[in-house]
Nanobody
Framework: VQLQASGGGLMQAGGSLRLSCAAS????????MGWFRQAPGKEREFVAA????????YYANSVKGRFTISRDNAKNTVYLQMNSLKPEDTAIYYC????????????????WGQGTLVTVSS
């Protein structure tokens, strides 16, 4: 499966952005999906994950209550709604697909998109 992330940009602290990740292929609904991010000089970290059907979601503590992951299997797209953005949210955001029901670690994902840059100014 091929993944294309979009929606990043420059935002002031407290603002909102919605990232999208479009997937190719007719088997999108068979993959658990996740969002990760990587800030300059730091390792890639888990942000959010959603199961095949969208029935369960998982979040990093740092984004819980502010970010929402969702998916539309008819459109082969997964979203990350980011509210109350903080400067520490600045990073390249990557979407990923896993054959598992879901994943919380980089190593648990099989396919990666190219990333979209989110910059939050104070």
């Amino acid at each position: 499966v091929q993944l294309q992330a979009s929606g990043g940009g420059l935002m002031q602290a407290g603002g909102s952005l919605r990232l999208s990740c479009a997937a190719s292929g007719r088997t999108f609904s068979m993959y658990g999906m996740g969002w990760f991010r990587q800030a300059p000089g730091k390792e890639r970290e888990f942000v959010a994950a959603i199961t095949w059907s969208g029935g369960s979601t998982y979040y990093a503590n740092s984004v819980k209550g502010r970010f929402t992951i969702s998916r539309d299997n008819a459109k082969n797209t997964v979203y990350l709604q980011m509210n109350s953005l903080k400067p520490e949210d600045t990073a390249i955001y990557y979407c990923a697909a896993t054959r598992r029901p879901y994943g919380l670690k980089v190593s648990e994902y099989d396919y990666w998109g190219q990333g979209t840059l989110v910059t939050v100014s104070s």
